[in-house]
């Protein structure tokens, strides 16, 4: 594992990772346009973290996801997990190192089908990696079942037969099979009640300690990123804005847009929050993205400058980056620069 000069191990690299679909229009004159749904990201995961990824529908988080877990292929760029390019490693090697990178859905069943009981969605990946069979599968579905707080007697029943916050558990108990590092979590309790959420939260807290994981937590709201990372990366139209460490983040968003989140969110202080600028208008047609910083068409604080030029992600204190031509001043709402 590669040490960065802050001297944690970074568990994922990305760099300048893209993904672009190509969208065919038009019936008569077919003609092409390609939708950057992620666009030269770049980001570093450490070892034990939990870093979030937010940002409103459609800005690309599971896209980024999903590239992660090789699910959708990349455009460009690279995912060095424990220093290996995923992109460029062959058909077997990608197998093994996969064990290693499971996900957590917001539909754990979905892809599944749904005549499988509880214990066959369990032992699957160990059955395919050819890890376990017999008693021994069976022990080892009964621990996974214990570990994410649900009756060994569970393994017989249907998924069916199961409330949200169960079924997710069983999702994250799968998830655990292969005894993975890192952990790719989608939206996995943004279907649930609020107080379903929390017990889910709680229990991927306990696990990452207890077995040393590593998450990525992919939401499009807020409450429950701010509530589980350690590290924040906030995501508009296909690129990182904003990333920094939870509290600096949410006290202080440098970013227009992260302040715009942070408004409408129950997350911090709310005598800071009423202070923040709401977000205005819509998300930009993502085939048709506003010149210079895309986010240009919605900032309160716009200037001529952001119309015309895109804002690369720079380094703005202690661990934070954020891409804005005039970051804002910690407590929000107060630019910098003139
Ligand atoms: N297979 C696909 N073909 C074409 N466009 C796609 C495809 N998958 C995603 N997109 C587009 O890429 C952009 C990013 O989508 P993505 O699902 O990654 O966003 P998201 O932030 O996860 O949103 P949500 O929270 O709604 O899932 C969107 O504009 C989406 O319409």
Redesign the pocket.
């Known amino acids: 594992m590669m040490e960065t000069t802050e001297n944690r191990k970074a568990i994922l690299q990305i760099q300048r990772l893209s993904k672009h679909?190509e969208?065919s229009k038009g019936f008569v004159k077919k003609q092409t346009q390609i939708?950057k749904?992620?666009d030269e990201v770049d980001l570093v995961v450490y070892e034990g973290e939990t870093l979030g990824i937010v940002?409103?529908?459609?800005?690309?988080?599971?896209?980024?996801g999903n590239m992660i877990m090789h699910l959708t292929e990349s455009t460009s760029g690279n995912i060095l997990f424990e220093g290996a390019d995923l992109t460029q490693l062959s058909r077997e090697e990608l197998r093994r190192k996969r064990k290693d990178i499971q996900m957590i859905f917001q539909d754990p069943f979905s892809s599944l089908n749904p005549r499988w009981k509880v214990f066959d969605i369990i032992a699957e990946p160990l059955r395919t990696h050819g890890l376990a069979e017999g008693k021994s599968l069976k022990e080892q579905v009964h621990t996974l079942l214990e570990a994410v707080g649900l009756s060994p007697d569970y393994a017989n029943r249907f998924p069916h037969q199961f409330s949200g916050g169960q079924r997710q558990r069983v999702g994250i108990g799968r998830a655990l099979a292969l005894k993975p590092k890192l952990i790719v979590c989608d939206?996995p309790v943004s279907a649930l009640d609020v107080s379903i959420q929390s017990q889910i939260l709680n229990l991927l807290s306990i696990l990452q300690k207890r077995y040393g994981l590593t998450y990525i937590f992919?939401a499009?709201g807020l409450p429950a990123v701010a509530y589980i990372s350690d590290r924040i990366a906030v995501?508009y139209l296909?690129k990182v804005v904003e990333i920094g460490d939870k509290e600096d983040l949410l006290n202080h968003p440098a970013h227009p847009y992260t302040e715009g989140l942070l408004a409408s969110a129950p997350v911090t202080d709310p005598q800071l929050r009423t202070k923040r600028k709401v977000l205005e208008g819509e998300t930009p047609n993502?085939l048709n993205p506003p010149s210079g910083c895309a986010f240009h068409t919605r900032c309160p604080y716009v200037k001529d400058r952001c119309k015309i030029e895109t804002p690369a992600l720079q380094l703005a204190g202690s661990g934070r980056s954020v891409a804005c031509h005039y970051p804002l001043e910690a407590g929000g709402g107060v630019l910098l620069h003139g």
């Open positions: 679909f969208i939708l749904a992620v940002g409103e529908s459609g800005c690309g988080k599971s896209t980024l939206e992919i499009h995501m296909g993502p």
